[in-house]
């Protein structure tokens, strides 16, 4: 006596009407199963898939609201996208694990968005018969996270958003469940669609490899985790429904269980792009005893993390311990010493130290390697300035102006420099078009004043001086250099 082919029971002994190896139970569950590789091998139209069209109009409707909020639609800022709810490992490992999900819903321009979504109709037409829309949604989700687990595992400092991660996740699954599942359709006719799902997603991947701008670590995360559900809900497509519906139950508990201790591993392994992270924004709010909080652990944990070595070298100098500043700073710049950022920020201590001829040397350096940097220029004035070089640092404010027209402390510090060299009329004309832009600047109004008594303007030295002991009693100096 045979057995049946898909179940293993007995085939009766005894049949009329076609020869077969399949049960009737069987075959009766195969006429109500649509057939998987209609919608690659036959040109005839599936029904609509509702819960792929709801996807996609989400998306669509997320891309919408951010063009018509001002969002460019082909380039958009990564503020923007921090804004709408990307994927960044100080933010989502920090205070907003939801980023990990919301990154799944949005797009990098409308070229992004267009292949995606047009990804996801072409396989949501496919998964959504096979798996059942809620399914297919859970599966979508689960591959989409993994998708962003996986990003902030590999590159948590880079930026990310996009469905791509849930679209590989469900050709992952796809692939999975045809190969692996018990289907009433042959090898033959799968054979077709398994190589469409199979040529999608190593191609995707290899062009996401040499472009070099794609997230691939994403199509990986999202392209196994969805192998791996493809492979036990393939084992259970033709199960009673019941069945059916506690195994998949207990697939994606498993999945959700996975999915937070990958979370949780990550975040223990790259803790440290928070602290940077809020040790930045303290330093923002001018807090920088909370930057040094968090940046110490780090500094110490990882002495070679040079993002972190400088930001608490400016934490340092906020606090006037420049010993400690130039400890740090000495110790990035030796890390790496094409770090532009070590370098300002250690020319910038020499400047605040008084240490002229060490912070020229820095800043000549730098306006050399790059030459249209405004800050070098400003501080090479500074640095020549106090060396008593006041035509050179003439010309190294006049540079920074150049750059930087809207640079209020350039045009003071000519103002001072043209002073010195009683250039009087001109200083004068540097530092009110420095207290055009910055009004509040104290230490040019002053100056201003002493430019006019210079020049005999006794009544407007007299004004200035006035203005100036107006923003000395209020508090209200906003010289933050």
Request: glycine share 8%.
């Amino acid at each position: 006596m045979s057995n049946c082919a898909q179940c293993g029971r007995p085939l009766p002994s005894f049949s009329t009407g076609e020869l077969t190896d399949v049960c009737p139970e069987c075959r009766q569950r195969a006429a109500t199963m649509p057939d998987p590789s209609a919608s690659v091998t036959k040109r005839v139209a599936p029904p609509r898939p509702p819960m792929t069209i709801a996807l996609i109009a989400i998306n669509v409707v997320v891309f919408v609201a951010m063009v018509a909020s001002g969002v460019s639609f082909v380039a958009p800022t990564t503020a923007d996208l921090l804004k709408w709810g990307a994927d960044w490992g100080p933010q989502t490992l920090g205070a907003q694990p939801w980023r990990a999900l919301t990154s799944n819903y949005l797009h990098i321009g409308i070229i992004h968005i267009l292949l995606n979504m047009w990804c996801l109709w072409n396989l949501g037409l496919l998964a959504e018969r096979v798996f059942g829309r809620f399914t297919f949604l859970l599966v979508y989700t689960v591959c989409g996270l993994a998708g962003s687990v996986a990003s902030l595992w590999w590159h948590p400092m880079v930026v990310g958003a996009g469905a791509s991660g849930a679209i590989f996740g469900i050709a992952g699954a796809l692939i999975a469940a045809l190969y692996l599942g018990k289907l009433p359709v042959s090898r033959e006719a799968l054979r077709p669609t398994l190589k469409s799902l199979v040529s999608f997603a190593v191609y995707n991947l290899f062009i996401g490899a040499a472009i070099g701008i794609v997230d691939n670590s994403a199509h990986i995360g999202g392209l196994v985790m969805g192998l791996a559900l493809g492979a036990v809900l393939g084992r259970v497509l033709m199960d009673e429904p019941d069945r059916r519906k506690t195994a998949e139950v207990f697939l994606f508990l498993a999945a959700a269980v996975l999915l937070l201790g990958c979370g949780w591993a990550v975040r223990q392994s790259h803790g440290d792009v928070v602290a940077v992270e809020k040790g930045r924004y303290a330093l923002e709010e001018r807090d920088a005893g909370e930057a040094i909080r968090n940046l110490e652990p780090v500094v110490k944990a990882h002495p070679d993390d040079n993002q972190a070595l400088v930001l608490l070298g400016r934490a340092y100098i906020d606090k006037k311990e420049f010993v400690r500043a130039e400890t740090v700073l000495q110790r990035a710049v030796a890390n790496r010493p094409s770090s532009r950022a070590a370098k300002l920020t250690l020319g910038f201590l020499y400047v605040a130290t008084q240490r002229w001829e060490a912070g020229r040397q820095i800043f000549s350096e730098l306006t050399q390697s790059v030459p249209k940097d405004e800050y070098s220029w400003l501080l090479l004035g500074n640095s020549l300035d106090g060396l008593g070089r006041e035509p050179e640092a003439i010309e190294a404010y006049q540079r920074c102006i150049e750059l930087s027209p809207k640079n209020a402390y350039a045009y003071r510090d000519l103002g001072f420099s043209q002073l010195k060299l009683k250039q009087t009329d001109a200083a004068i004309q540097s530092l009110q078009k420095s207290l055009e832009l910055n009004p509040r600047d104290l230490r040019a109004q002053q100056a201003l004043a002493g430019a006019f008594l210079a020049a005999g303007r006794r009544d407007d030295a007299q004004a200035a001086l006035k203005k100036a002991e107006e923003l000395k009693a209020s508090g209200t100096d906003s010289d933050e250099e």
